[in-house]
Structure formats: structure tokens, C-alpha cells
């Protein structure tokens, strides 16, 4: 690729998805395959960025390992015009591909957004959908949620805003789907977890109702990471598409979800969405 324009730079965001197969999660770490890493270095490789410091990659959430995303999103400094750097984000790895990009200002940072989207997927068998709006419910709103999530990172306030908590069905699945502006580690998967501990009986639904106020701690499971997805991170901008045709993304897509190896659980159902969202019209 020649050098673009005048070579100064300019900041885009990108919204970006990847499957978790392969990785050890998103946050980049020594000794260790992740989506950020591999991001950070085909970026300098590339020469979408001059170098590490002036690059200034900034993640929206950085999700754990197992878990999938079709709407995380990046920011970098880059003398590269939007579209360029959509094409060869598309190119980095075939588990990780870009749905669009925008321009923001030089002070962007991605992990202030308005709103976080996630979907847990729930087989439908052996649960009941009734029971299962009803212990969302209790979620909704500003609680404690000390209780939900891991704690070792010394993080700040554990109060949290859930804005809406949707459960649905489509096909073998349920589909719990969770907004919140911010998410603690491992908020929705401890949440998940509280639930179906509830649904067997383990735990009696008055204790999760008082932990939320935050009159009791509660020790509860991680739910299964491969049925989580991030779904969306929203700003106040609108996206741009990437040059590739529906076609070319679809492609790239199965041979991307091929390369992973996907069977069963999510995987079915997270093959279905992305390439129904692909498909010619």
C-alpha cells in the first residue's frame, strides 16, 4: 500500500467483531494469542500507524476469553483514510473482521459510550421463559452488584445501572439480552450465572434479590463464556460501511467461522446471524 495524503494524522473509531476460538481473550497479555494483541501488531506492521505511541489504540471493552463480539470497537491515530484501514483491519486475522468505521475527534475515547449491548444464549430446553423474564426483572435499574461481578482488579464503585434486561426466544434458544452504559468483569456472565443457579434451586431467588440491595454477599458461577456475545457499543455518531461488497463479506465470513472450527452451541447460532446480516439483497 502507498502512503496515503500528506501523512498526518487523523483519528478513526471501527467497529470491529471477532470470533474468541484461538484467542486468549481480547486484552493483549505476554505469551499469549489475543484479539488486541494480534490488532496492535499487524496495525504497526502494516503501517497503519507510525509507531506504538503516537498510534494511541484505545478498546471499548475488552472482552474475556471464550466470549465473541460482533460490535466492539477501536480507536487509533493513522495517516490512512477510513475505508483503507476497514479493508486491511479485514485482512488481520480471518476471526476478526470490521463492520465500519468513522471519524472522531482527536480526545475519542472508546470505552466512553453511551450504551454496551450483550446477548447470552440459553438453550431452551429445560427452561422456562416465564421464569426466566421474571428473574431479570430484578436486575433492572441501579443496584449493588458486588455480588456479580470479580473484584481482584481493585475497581471503583460497584454500583451499576441496567437499562433494559430482554428475554426472548428463537428457536432451541433464549436469548437474554442486557444494556447497560458501563458493565463490570464479569458482570453479565455472574448475573447469568445467579440465574441459572436460581432456576435449579441451588439458590433461593430472595438471596440474589438482597445481594442486589446490598445487604448480603453472594458467591455465584461463572455462566459459559462461548454463549456470551457483545453485541453493539453506542456513540452519538453513525457508522460508515467498509468498502467490502456483501458478497466478499460473506465469504470471508464462512471462511472465517470454517477456520474456528465452530460446533454447536452459540456458534450455530452466532453462523446464522452473521451471515443472514451479510447476505445479498
Known amino acids: ?36 494483541g494480534t490488532l496492535r501488531r499487524e496495525i504497526l506492521r502494516r503501517g497503519l500507524a507510525p509507531d506504538e505511541e503516537r498510534m494511541q489504540l484505545q478498546s471499548a471493552s ?35 473482521f470490521c463492520f465500519g468505521y468513522a471519524p472522531v475527534p482527536p480526545t475519542f475515547q472508546p470505552r466512553r459510550a453511551r450504551s454496551r449491548w450483550y446477548r447470552y444464549l440459553l438453550p431452551r430446553e429445560g427452561h422456562d421463559p416465564a421464569s426466566w423474564r421474571a428473574m431479570a426483572t430484578w436486575f433492572l435499574g441501579e443496584h449493588e452488584f ?5 473484584r481482584d482488579r481493585g475497581e471503583g464503585p460497584t454500583r451499576r445501572t441496567v437499562e433494559s434486561f430482554r428475554v426472548s426466544g428463537e428457536g432451541p434458544w433464549l436469548l437474554l439480552d442486557v444494556r447497560a452504559p458501563s458493565f463490570l468483569w464479569h458482570q453479565v456472565r455472574k448475573m447469568v450465572g445467579a440465574m441459572e ?12 434479590q438482597a445481594a442486589l440491595r446490598g445487604e448480603t454477599r453472594l458467591t455465584v458461577p461463572l455462566a459459559d463464556p462461548s454463549r456470551l456475545v457483545l453485541m453493539e ?7 460508515r460501511e467498509g468498502s467490502r461488497s456483501p458478497r466478499a463479506h460473506r465469504r470471508f465470513l464462512e471462511e472465517a467461522l470454517a477456520a474456528a ?18 447476505s445479498d439483497p
Open 1 to 36: 500500500m502507498a502512503r496515503e495524503g500528506t501523512g498526518r494524522l487523523a483519528r478513526y473509531a471501527f467497529r470491529i467483531g471477532y470470533l474468541a476460538e484461538g484467542f486468549l481473550g481480547y486484552a493483549r497479555q505476554p505469551g499469549g494469542e489475543t484479539v488486541e
Open 62 to 96: 475488552r472482552t474475556d476469553r471464550g466470549v465473541h463480539a460482533l460490535g466492539n470497537v477501536i480507536a487509533f491515530n493513522t495517516p490512512w483514510s477510513g475505508p483503507s484501514v476497514a479493508r486491511a483491519l479485514d485482512a488481520v486475522d480471518p476471526r476478526i
Open 146 to 150: 458486588a455480588s456479580f461481578s470479580r
Open 197 to 208: 443457579e436460581v432456576a435449579a434451586g441451588r439458590i433461593p431467588g430472595a438471596r440474589v
Open 233 to 239: 457499543v453506542l456513540y452519538d455518531f453513525r457508522w
Open 261 to 278: 472450527r465452530l460446533r454447536g452451541t452459540l456458534l450455530g447460532w452466532f453462523q446464522e446471524r452473521v451471515l443472514a446480516s451479510t
